[in-house]
């Protein structure tokens, strides 16, 4: 079986930053794209930040030049470095991987963790 594992959320002031990582697991073959998508109360899913396999990141329009998305091949896993944080960044923050076994393709998700920006 297949999973993706979040860390890395919590409370922090506005200004303040934070690193979260997505660690995938499992019967993997490979991974193509990857991303990060938060929710806030009330609000849709939104997209955050993708990066594809070849390394090709892109970045909501509000988070460019905040955050940056990474990922670790040998590790199969994903980081989203976020700084300068506001307090509309508070959602629920999770990741996403386009994910081959040997069976199949499809999306996965991550738990979801909570990101606070508040003083």
């Known amino acids: 079986q297949v999973q993706l594992v979040e860390s890395g959320g919590g409370l922090v002031q506005p200004g303040g930053s934070l690193r979260r990582s997505c660690a995938a697991s499992?019967?993997?073959?490979?991974?193509?794209?990857m991303g990060w998508y938060r929710q806030a109360p009330g609000k849709e899913r939104e997209l955050v930040a993708t990066?594809?396999?070849?390394?090709?990141?892109k970045y909501k329009d509000s988070v460019q030049g905040r955050f940056t998305i990474s990922r670790d091949k040998d590790k199969n896993t994903m980081y989203l470095q976020m700084n300068s944080l506001k307090p509309e960044d508070t959602a629920v923050y999770y990741c996403n991987a386009l994910i081959y076994t040997r069976i199949e393709m499809r999306d996965y998700w991550g738990q979801g963790t909570q990101v606070t920006v508040s003083s």
């Open positions: 499992g019967s993997i073959f490979s991974i193509s794209g």
């Open positions: 990066s594809t396999s070849g390394g090709i990141t």
